[in-house]
């Protein structure tokens, strides 16, 4: 059996994992409900979009609840605090998934213009509130949440929706909006002919470089935003209470780890130049290298945000000793050891599942195959 200390570490580096996996595989698909109003001016045209990701999207998804899992059985008390805090937001972005499924189905079963434009506009809520809400939890994170323990590890809440729509966390939903768009571009690039992917071409290179502007301007602004850092906790080693460490306000504390750390600074680096490179693809059609890169600009991104706070999973705004590390908001070591066994059997099959259905899907949506499939297609 792993040491406690490794297994804290592992668990940290798996659910950032999914949550990269989440951004990249359902962020496409949330990226083209987006731009669905933008790239398709006629109907066969909105459901060559439709279709590209209609198959696949409910499978996608299946990084979100494989996220959701691992925090609830890896980090119990930041699924209490976190998805208590943020209850309104989740609440919300429920609301717009649900329009999803509706969409795709309803979307096509009646013909009048007017419904499948209603279904279209639909589909886009469907695909940018999540996207917002998300980014606005992200900027959360930097800026606190409003959450508190008391000496018998009760918790207490503070401010609601309004307070976490900060200026901060309205930036970073624009960012994680105007990411996932630009994933979305390059997917439509990747697998669409004709019309469609031409106005893709010319969406994703002004999406790259506003995420890239944005991402550059989000962390001027995080460093000087002042940051949290542990100045004295217990042997991480060990099962320890969140109340046991002390928590100093630090300016610019968000960049600590990458100043002892510079190596670090490759993983935004390397966000800000694949980003650069999908927009680029876009002039000279290089449709799966683009389409890669859009996807390492997303991972990097989230990256970013992972490293800058670690090892602070959800900080406090309330009181900085009740922000959650990733050394005192775990579960048990022998939990954390049985769930590692779970993962390492069932990841690989979602892998190799999800690789084969793409294999077996695989091939570009066009305007003529949408008119030989009307019947089968979404």
């Known amino acids: 059996m792993l040491d406690y200390l490794t297994l804290k570490l592992i668990w940290w580096a798996i659910v950032l994992v999914l949550l990269v996996g989440f951004a990249v595989m359902d962020g496409f698909d949330l990226g083209v409900a987006m731009l669905l109003p933008f790239v398709g001016r006629t109907d066969e045209e909105r ?29 119990p008390l930041v699924y209490a605090a976190g998805f208590s805090t943020f209850y309104l937001a989740l609440v919300l972005t429920l609301c717009a998934l649900f329009l999803r499924p509706v969409g795709f189905d309803y979307r096509s079963k009646l013909a009048p213009p007017a419904w499948r434009h209603f279904w279209d506009w639909a589909l886009f809520v469907g695909g940018i509130v999540p996207s917002l809400v998300f980014g606005v939890a992200i900027g959360n994170l930097f800026t606190g949440v409003a959450f508190r323990f008391d000496s018998t590890m009760q918790i207490t809440y503070g401010e609601g929706l309004l ?34 992917q031409m106005r893709a071409r010319r969406i994703v290179p002004v999406l790259a470089a506003l995420v890239v502007i944005l991402f550059v301007a989000g962390g001027l602004w995080i460093s000087h935003m002042p940051g949290y850092s542990v100045t004295h906790m217990g042997d991480p080693g060990t099962a320890l209470n969140p109340l046991q460490k002390s928590v100093a306000s630090v300016p610019g504390g968000w960049l600590g780890n990458y100043a002892g750390m510079p190596w670090l600074w490759a993983v935004p680096a390397l966000a800000i130049t694949a980003a650069l490179f999908s927009g680029a693809s876009a002039w000279r059609i290089w449709r799966v290298t683009g389409f890669v890169a859009s996807a390492v600009a997303v991972a990097g991104i989230i990256a970013t945000a992972g490293l800058s706070l670690f090892p602070f999973i959800l900080p406090s705004n309330l009181d900085a000793a009740s922000s959650l590390t990733v050394w005192d908001g775990v579960s048990s070591h022998k939990t ?21 259905v793409y294999r077996v899907l695989r091939g570009r949506i066009t305007v003529e195959h949408i008119r030989e499939q009307s019947h089968n297609a979404y």
């Open 163 to 196: 307070a976490q729509l900060s200026p901060f966390g309205l930036f970073c939903g624009v960012v994680s909006a105007a990411m996932l768009a630009m994933h979305g571009g390059a997917l439509l690039m990747m697998r669409t002919e004709g019309a469609v």
């Open 336 to 356: 954390l050891w049985i769930m590692l066994i779970v993962v390492a059997v069932f990841l690989p099959i979602v892998l190799l599942y999800t690789a084969w």
């Open 47 to 75: 459901r060559v979009a439709i279709n590209v990701v209609g198959p696949t999207w409910e499978g996608n998804q299946v990084w979100l609840v494989l996220g959701g899992g691992a925090v609830f059985a890896a980090w």
